[in-house]
């Protein structure tokens, strides 16, 4: 279970995240984007330690490669957990950046993955877009 205030202030920024980034904020959204990666930093490892706060960074980490490097964190993060929606929505996340890298294998890998874990969750929407992606894919 994730600690209410660090759940608050991670959805917070996101939000203004959102925000800086449609109205074309560079300098609001780097120091916000620094606020969010301050918080993962300080909680890792720690009780306070968990998936959202990493795929939320990952989500707003623009060079692609490396926000495959924080979902793949956020990826042992959820495993640890044994998150299914967590593993569900990154892997799926993450295979949307490495088909744009042209990463097509391991896009595969990462849906087949995401499609395993989406088997016990309850989010259809995701489920379909998950075997939508894959059989594009295959």
Not at 30 to 56: F, G, R, S
Not at 61 to 69: K, P
Request: proline content about 2%.
């Amino acid at each position: 279970m994730m600690n209410t205030k660090i759940y608050k202030s991670v959805h917070t920024l996101a939000e203004q995240l959102m925000a800086a980034a449609e109205k074309d904020d560079r300098k609001t959204f780097e120091q916000l984007y620094l606020k969010l990666n301050a918080i993962c930093v300080d909680n890792e490892n720690t009780p306070k330690d968990h998936p959202i706060q990493w795929e939320t960074l990952a989500d707003f980490t623009e060079e692609l490669e490396d926000a495959i490097d924080v979902y793949e964190k956020a990826l042992q993060k959820s495993k640890a957990i044994n998150s299914k929606d967590h593993l569900s929505s990154i892997g799926y996340s993450m295979a949307t950046l490495q088909i744009e890298i042209g990463q097509k294998e391991a896009a595969i890998s990462s849906l087949q993955q995401a499609k395993i874990s989406a088997n016990k969750i309850p989010d259809t929407d995701l489920k379909a877009e998950i075997d939508q992606l894959l059989q594009s894919l295959t």
